[in-house]
């Protein structure tokens, strides 16, 4: 990369090289003072200290202004500042008015390396100085016109170029903050839906391939449909991981009602499920996909930590204050079900729920375990919970 960006630091020779050119480059106006020591009829022990101060107030001006927003603190710079001020005034006091054009780059360093708190005094501070050595100076009257409003606006105009750099930087930290969380996020969502996904087809996968074993010595038949029924559900878990993986898994509530029925029965669960298909016209997609991923969290759980004999799943609508929601409930009467300290996948699932504007209540009632998931189920309501 040729050129720096605003608010870069230089990150090799190169990049170093030209900003020093362009700090550089507003050294021309230094003509004055250089024209003096050649042609101002000095003697030459006066010339050697002037080229002295001289290029001491420049090494200075370069070191100010090139480590500007390395983290110095407001001390370290004010004291650079004051050398300056003072380089300025002794050369000028000294060697004559056409020194005077020194405070002008005091003037732009303090703006250019103060924050604009201190900055809005130090730079009339200086042109004050300026001021009063012009009228101290034989003939400085005659450069303060020409010197003190370049001062006034090269240190402001500073202060701006200085807010600009920190709003930029400020700028790339947030975006590169909203890159990160974007990268969390889609993290997350890969583990939330692998971890639903995958418990599930590989909880069923277990119960068949028992049930497979236990019936392979006296009914190969129906080993072999167990098996066949292995190998379906390993192939649909292989693509829904895909969809998973390219972000386009949106699960539906009538494929998990049809898919708790075929894993709780297979399981020895008695399960209880709606009568009918549910009517889902209103429902808005992000309310079903995050209740049909309860509704597997749900069952996956029940079949493999309840120790449950029956299971009872309805989904149900309810008028709220804040408007109609679709509650799925799923209880069982085991006795292992989570307690209460909730797992990844409730974990999982309450932040699913909240993104979709629902909420999700799991606990122990009675001799079992009950979910309870809600979420919105009209496109204009934002907020679901509640019965």
Same mark, same amino acid.
């Given at each position: 990369?040729?050129?720096?960006?605003?608010?870069?630091?230089?990150?090799?020779?190169?990049?170093?090289?030209?900003?020093?050119?362009?700090?550089?480059?507003?050294?021309?106006?230094?003509?004055?003072?250089?024209?003096?020591?050649?042609?101002?009829?000095?003697?030459?022990?006066?010339?050697?200290?002037?080229?002295?101060?001289?290029?001491?107030?420049?090494?200075?001006?370069?070191?100010?202004?090139?480590?500007?927003?390395?983290?110095?603190?407001?001390?370290?710079?004010?004291?650079?500042?004051?050398?300056?001020?003072?380089?300025?005034?002794?050369?000028?006091?000294?060697?004559?008015?056409?020194?005077?054009?020194?405070?002008?780059?005091?003037?732009?360093?303090?703006?250019?390396?103060?924050?604009?708190?201190?900055?809005?005094?130090?730079?009339?501070?200086?042109?004050?100085?300026?001021?009063?050595?012009?009228?101290?100076?034989?003939?400085?009257?005659?450069?303060?016109?020409?010197?003190?409003?370049?001062?006034?606006?090269?240190?402001?105009?500073?202060?701006?170029?200085?807010?600009?750099?920190?709003?930029?930087?400020?700028?790339?930290?947030?975006?590169?903050?909203?890159?990160?969380?974007?990268?969390?996020?889609?993290?997350?969502?890969?583990?939330?839906?692998?971890?639903?996904?995958? @418990? =599930?087809? #590989?909880?069923?996968? !277990?119960?068949?391939? &028992?049930? +497979? $074993?236990?019936? %392979?010595?006296?009914?190969?038949?129906?080993?072999?449909?167990?098996?066949?029924?292995?190998?379906?559900?390993?192939?649909?878990?292989?693509?829904?991981?895909?969809?998973?993986?390219?972000?386009?898994?949106?699960?539906?509530?009538?494929?998990?009602?049809?898919?708790?029925?075929?894993?709780?029965?297979?399981?020895?669960?008695?399960?209880?499920?709606?009568?009918?298909?549910?009517?889902?016209?209103?429902?808005?997609?992000?309310?079903?996909?995050?209740?049909?991923?309860?509704?597997?969290?749900?069952?996956?759980?029940?079949?493999?930590?309840?120790?449950?004999?029956?299971?009872?799943?309805?989904?149900?609508?309810?008028?709220?204050?804040?408007?109609?929601?679709?509650?799925?409930?799923?209880?069982?009467?085991?006795?292992?079900?989570?307690?209460?300290?909730? @797992? =990844?996948? #409730?974990?999982?699932? !309450?932040?699913?729920? &909240?993104? +979709? $504007?629902?909420? %999700?209540?799991?606990?122990?009632?009675?001799?079992?375990?009950?979910?309870?998931?809600?979420?919105?189920?009209?496109?204009?309501?934002?907020?679901?919970?509640?019965?």
């Amino acid at each position: 990369m040729s050129g720096i960006g605003i608010g870069q630091r230089p990150q090799n020779r190169r990049q170093k090289a030209v900003k020093l050119l362009w700090i550089g480059i507003w050294l021309a106006y230094l003509s004055a003072p250089v024209s003096d020591l050649l042609h101002g009829g000095h003697s030459d022990g006066v010339r050697v200290l002037g080229w002295i101060g001289l290029v001491a107030f420049v090494a200075w001006y370069f070191a100010l202004i090139f480590r500007t927003g390395r983290g110095e603190t407001n001390g370290v710079v004010l004291g650079s500042v004051a050398v300056l001020a003072t380089q300025s005034t002794v050369l000028s006091l000294t060697l004559g008015r056409e020194w005077l054009v020194l405070f002008v780059y005091v003037a732009i360093s303090s703006g250019a390396a103060l924050p604009f708190h201190l900055a809005r005094w130090t730079i009339p501070a200086v042109s004050a100085l300026l001021t009063g050595v012009a009228l101290a100076v034989p003939g400085g009257t005659s450069y303060l016109a020409g010197l003190l409003f370049p001062a006034l606006l090269g240190g402001f105009s500073m202060t701006g170029i200085r807010e600009l750099v920190r709003t930029t930087l400020e700028l790339r930290e947030a975006r590169a903050t909203v890159a990160q969380l974007a990268a969390n996020e889609e993290r997350l969502r890969l583990a939330r839906d692998l971890h639903d996904l995958l @418990g =599930h087809s #590989l909880s069923l996968i !277990t119960l068949k391939s &028992e049930l +497979a $074993g236990r019936m %392979l010595p006296d009914h190969p038949d129906k080993a072999a449909q167990e098996v066949a029924d292995i190998e379906h559900v390993s192939r649909q878990a292989l693509v829904d991981v895909r969809e998973a993986v390219s972000g386009y898994r949106r699960p539906r509530l009538s494929a998990e009602l049809a898919g708790a029925q075929v894993a709780l029965t297979t399981a020895g669960i008695t399960v209880d499920l709606p009568p009918a298909e549910p009517d889902l016209t209103d429902v808005p997609e992000d309310s079903e996909t995050a209740l049909a991923w309860a509704l597997r969290e749900a069952v996956t759980n029940v079949v493999r930590h309840s120790g449950a004999h029956r299971c009872t799943v309805e989904l149900l609508r309810r008028q709220t204050l804040d408007g109609p929601v679709l509650e799925l409930s799923v209880e069982d009467n085991g006795s292992g079900s989570p307690g209460s300290s909730p @797992g =990844h996948g #409730l974990t999982g699932l !309450t932040e699913r729920l &909240e993104k +979709a $504007g629902g909420s %999700l209540e799991a606990g122990r009632v009675g001799h079992g375990f009950r979910l309870v998931a809600r979420a919105p189920a009209d496109r204009t309501t934002d907020v679901g919970s509640g019965t």
